[in-house]
């Protein structure tokens, strides 16, 4: 069977899926995602990209990761997610930042959290061809971080190209690699 010459993929970020356990949990966010979902399926795509925020409180709440997981699971086409930071936790800053939303520490994402989230959703950083597109996904905010991740964040960036040529390529990151 061959394929169609014409085909789809779709994108989404932000969901902010949480569960009923979650102490920020909201149930229009729910209905909303699986409206989208029905969507979705009925475009009939190839695959999905979730640019991040996948859940609402996944940086604190592992249950969060398993409930995504098993969503994401019952789709009829792949998906290839990015962590967000409300999956992960935010971009590395201190008490010094001057900006008061975000210059909690405690909320800094970690090697852990990041791992956490891979064993659910594979790796933080991704690139691949698919009918002559590449597609990349990155976590932006491991650049600045200091975390082992970082390191391996250049590496990969610096790899993009020597990656065989595709005709477009389509590139995601969840998190500006910035504050300022």
């Not at 969901?15 to 909303?32: E, I």
């Not at 998906?79 to 930071?85: D, E, L």
Request: contains cysteine; glycine residues 8%.
């Amino acid at each position: 069977m061959s394929r169609p010459a014409t085909w789809r993929f779709v994108h989404v970020n932000d969901h902010h899926l949480g569960t009923p356990r979650s102490y920020r949990y909201r149930p229009t966010m729910t209905a909303r995602c699986e409206a989208i979902k029905r969507q979705m399926i009925a475009l009939e795509p190839e695959l999905l990209l979730v640019g991040g925020d996948l859940t609402r409180d996944g940086d604190t709440h592992e249950f969060e990761y398993q409930s995504a997981r098993e969503d994401l699971d019952d789709l009829p086409f792949p998906s290839f997610v990015i962590p967000g930071n409300m999956d992960v936790g935010n971009k590395h800053t201190d008490r010094e930042s001057g900006r008061a939303d975000r210059s909690d520490i405690a909320l800094n994402m970690t090697s852990e959290r990041l791992s956490l989230f891979a064993g659910y959703f594979g790796p933080i950083q991704w690139s691949f061809l698919h009918r002559g597109v590449r597609f990349t996904g990155f976590y932006a905010a491991v650049a600045g971080s200091g975390l082992r991740e970082e390191e391996r964040f250049w590496r990969f960036m610096s790899r993009l190209p020597e990656l065989p040529a595709a005709r477009e390529h389509v590139a995601m990151m969840h998190y500006w690699p910035y504050i300022d």
